[in-house]
């Protein structure tokens, strides 16, 4: 008699939906003429004095390992990063871990802290690898909306509803990926005393801090009482166009970070020593680089929201990353209706909305990390499909 045949892949990976954005990047990639307005990465190169810092290192000999927590010099810098411009303060030499990305220190973080079945609330919509980070690490994902009613931001009534006496964490990420939506100091303390009531640790995703275009940032580690119940997350892809390089870094309570330098230890043992190099060249004397950057993606964020709302979409205006959300409930297509039939009839590639959690559909994601050229030929692109669908 046949049986079935025995599956050697674990039950909870299986479970895993492939990435949502890596789909439709895919599809992209092997169509010609197409614009892509759908991953999340900086169109500008890395700044050339970050890069002659890591071929400087590897000529001066730096290849060994450094230690697990990462240069204690780059920690210092880290540290100095944070308290002059967001005013957090830590010990670079036992609250600070850098990291292989920012998704590497989130993933230590969920391992570090949570038991099975413990749950954390996650505001969507949000990064597609949040929820199933939280599965990974043996806890439960428990989903708050954000909604077009508040400017995409989380109120603190939403997440106090969700608590249960399993909740452990929350997952907050402003500027948020995928709606751009920045949580004011006054939200962030309203969600402040829930936290503090309910005893609950926060995961503060803050790689998009220095792209904030509006207003003055508010670190969520600042918020009084807050920093021995935060484990801050950030990087250096975003604001420093270091995707390739993989670095990022956490911060937060001597304890917590012990234990995830721990999991570090023993998974990947430190960050890649070029790269540590060129993020302590990039937070010494790469600031003007990201002034410059920035003022670039507001114009184009202005540019982008204006575009799509000439076109009969509704679109907040973000306040900081680089992404759009607008509605596309006026064609009458689901999100991956649209995405879909934008790629293939104008080649034009954005991200559906739904795959950033439920309530993201009925909207789309574009990013305009791309150039003022591109961004001009997209909007004419999508406007001749919007006026079809719409008319």
Not at 153 to 173: G, M
Not at 236 to 258: C, D, H, N, Q, V
Request: aromatic share 8%; net charge negative.
């Amino acid at each position: 008699m046949r049986t079935r045949e025995k599956s050697y892949v674990a039950d909870h990976v299986n479970d895993l939906s492939p990435s949502g954005i890596r789909r439709f990047f895919d599809l992209a990639s092997q169509m010609g003429n197409v614009i892509s307005l759908g991953v999340g990465e900086p169109d500008f190169v890395t700044p050339w004095n970050v890069i002659e810092a890591s071929y400087h290192s590897l000529e001066r000999g730096y290849t060994a390992y450094t230690a697990n927590a990462g240069l204690l010099e780059l920690r210092q810098e880290i540290n100095n990063y944070l308290n002059k411009n967001y005013h957090v303060s830590y010990n670079p030499e036992n609250q600070i871990l850098v990291t292989v990305g920012a998704s590497q220190a989130i993933d230590v973080a969920f391992r570090a802290i949570l038991n099975p079945g413990d749950e954390v609330i996650v505001v969507e919509p949000s990064f597609v690898a949040y929820a199933p980070a939280v599965r990974l690490a043996g806890g439960i994902p428990v989903t708050v909306d954000a909604t077009e009613e508040f400017a995409f931001n989380v109120q603190a009534d939403q997440i106090e509803a969700a608590i249960t006496s399993r909740t452990k964490a929350i997952l907050l990420c402003s500027p948020n990926n995928p709606t751009g939506a920045v949580l004011s100091k006054q939200e962030l303390e309203a969600i402040a005393r829930v936290v503090e009531q309910h005893d609950l640790l926060v995961i503060s995703d803050e790689i998009y801090a220095d792209l904030t275009y509006d207003e003055t940032f508010t670190s969520f580690a600042a918020i009084n009482g807050m920093a021995e119940r935060t484990i801050l997350v950030s990087g250096f892809s975003k604001a420093f166009a270091m995707t390739g390089w993989r670095l990022g870094y956490a911060a937060g309570p001597k304890e917590i970070l012990a234990a995830m330098t721990k999991i570090h230890q023993y998974t990947i043992m430190c960050a890649p020593t070029m790269a540590q190099h060129g993020a302590l060249e990039a937070l010494k004397n790469g600031m003007d680089s990201v002034k410059e950057m920035c003022i670039s993606y507001r114009q184009r964020r202005n540019f982008v929201v204006k575009a799509l709302q000439d076109m009969g979409l509704s679109c907040h205006v973000p306040g900081g990353a680089f992404y759009v959300f607008p509605s596309i409930e006026r064609t009458g297509l689901t999100s991956t209706e649209f995405a879909e039939q934008l790629l293939q009839e104008q080649r034009v590639a954005v991200v559906p909305g739904d795959v950033f959690g439920k309530s993201g559909e009925g909207y789309i994601r574009c990013s305009y990390a791309t150039s003022m050229k591109q961004l001009e030929q997209a909007m004419k692109r999508m406007r001749t499909f919007v006026e079809a669908k719409i008319n």
